[in-house]
């Protein structure tokens, strides 16, 4: 039969190898991985992981997949993943890729409960487990290339609910060692898991979308594996009849060639944003801008003084869902433009405590929101690989101080150091592991090459 796009990514699926992973890839991919851990165990301190949890432990018969931050707890394969993807975006703290979607979270933890499934005499290996996570992310990737909308800021779907499950699917296919033909199966049956709407975000339902994206795409593989089946053109874009092309207005598939003696993978070209601190990625922006304009305004005023200050101009891309004047929850100020660059103002940092309820119900805050104004430049454009974040203070005195930032330390143009990314990883892991457990899976990432069995992560 002729290829079609849905047998193409499925002929990949099956036909990767090892091999094909380049030294760039690798490490990486490593990083990524590292990074989500440490994510997910500091989101396991949240309230909502503990309601998943709570959920979770209703229904689970066959415990045999861990949960984060959680030792002795084990669940059935699909609710482990479920709840380790609720606590890896659980603060938003979580990677982020363009165009934009979080896509370790969607596929670590689905790889995880797998590997604790398997019988011993079937289990996956550490170069196994790093190929199956590196096809999770290329799929991810190479679908959301398929739709100039996916390039921006989303309105309608949260991506990583849409191409996450499918991501998911792809990975745990690979893993569980699928035919091609199962491989083209699992990701139809993802089609029809995937998809949550961007009302959702900024609320305690947001992080629900990585634990089913996980989850979801887990379960597709294995009722793929058990003989379900699916449309066989998921896929392509069938005049009439809406597959995957559903989720974008601009729809153009591409085939994915069968790897042969090379394959880069996107990875290779394309490297990933790691966050400094627990909230969407458009504050970075504007938080190391209001950084910079408060040392201006320190050289300026001798200490940083709110009362000198008459507006605070941020110039920021149109975006509804995270321009909000005046969050009254932790998941809305994570949110939020205005909070971010606000509370960097006055403390100098954005962090873990930023976000509690004190922090955000200050005064001191709240009169300095009262005080933002926001504009939308032209050229400041909704997209991740193009935006900037700008704060002015304008000052009682007429004087103007600016703050402006195009990448962000931690952005794929600007990398998180390896000490930096080793600081933020033992930061959110001493919240729940002793030091000797931090720096064992530290040394089980840097060496997972040579890891003889995948589950002892």
């Known amino acids: 039969p002729e290829e079609t796009v849905t047998s193409s990514f499925a002929s990949f699926i099956h036909a990767v190898r090892p091999e094909h992973l380049s030294k760039t890839v690798r490490h990486r991919s490593k990083r990524m991985i590292l990074d989500s851990i440490g994510v997910g165990l500091v989101g396991s301190t949240t309230h909502v992981f503990d309601i998943a949890l709570q959920y979770c432990r209703l229904y689970s018969s066959v ?14 394969p699909t609710l482990a993943a479920f709840t380790n993807g609720v606590a890896t975006h659980s603060m938003d703290f979580d990677d982020t890729w363009h165009p934009a979607t979080h896509p370790s979270g969607a596929v670590l933890p689905a790889l995880l409960a797998a590997s604790q499934m398997l019988p011993p005499s079937t289990k996956p290996n550490g170069m196994d487990f790093l190929l199956a996570f590196n096809v999770g992310l290329e799929v991810q990737g190479r679908l959301m ?23 998911s699917a792809a990975a745990t296919a690979k893993l569980l060692s699928l035919s091609a033909a199962q491989c083209a199966h699992a990701l139809g049956i993802a089609a029809s ?20 994206a996980t989850r979801l795409g887990f379960e597709a593989a294995l009722l793929a594996a058990r003989g379900m089946e699916a449309n066989p053109l998921i896929l392509d874009d069938i005049a009439g ?3 995957f092309s559903a989720f974008y207005s601009v729809y ?5 060639s069968t790897p042969s003696d090379h394959h880069e993978f996107l990875l290779e070209k394309q490297d990933i944003a790691f966050k400094r601190f627990p909230a969407h990625l458009g504050m970075h922006w504007v938080v190391d801008a209001a950084l910079s304009v408060r040392n201006l305004f320190i050289n300026y005023a001798g200490s940083f003084s709110p009362s000198l200050i008459r507006t605070i101009v941020l110039k920021i891309p149109v ?6 004047p005046f969050p009254s ?10 909070f971010n660059a606000c509370t960097a103002l006055l403390d100098g940092e954005v962090g873990l405590s930023s976000f509690t309820e004190s922090s955000i119900h200050r005064q001191e805050l709240r009169e300095l929101l009262d005080k933002v104004v926001v504009e939308h430049p032209e050229d400041n454009v909704a997209n991740f690989d193009k935006m900037y974040g700008e704060v002015a203070l304008l000052l009682h005195s007429g004087d103007v101080l600016t703050g402006k930032c195009d990448t962000f330390y931690g952005h794929w143009r600007k990398p998180l150091s390896k000490e930096s990314l080793l600081k933020k990883f033992r930061s959110n892991a001493s919240h729940v592991l002793p030091e000797e457990k931090i720096e064992t899976i530290i040394t089980m990432v840097d060496n997972l090459e040579s890891l003889s069995d995948s589950s002892q992560l």
Request: aromatic fraction near 6%; glycine fraction near 8%.
């Open 63 to 76: 415990a045999v997949s861990s949960v984060y931050g959680k030792p002795g707890v084990k669940l059935s």
């Open 145 to 167: 290339h398929f739709s100039t909308e996916a390039h921006n800021i989303p309105k309608r779907f949260h991506p990583p609910s849409v191409v996450g499950t499918m991501g």
């Open 193 to 212: 898991l995937a998809g949550a709407p961007m009302a959702n975000a900024a609320t305690q339902a947001k992080p629900l979308h990585i634990g089913n």
């Open 241 to 243: 009849c809406s597959g």
């Open 252 to 256: 153009q598939p591409k085939p994915l």
């Open 319 to 324: 975006s509804k869902y995270i321009n909000r």
């Open 329 to 338: 929850s932790e998941h809305q100020a994570r949110h939020s433009f205005q």
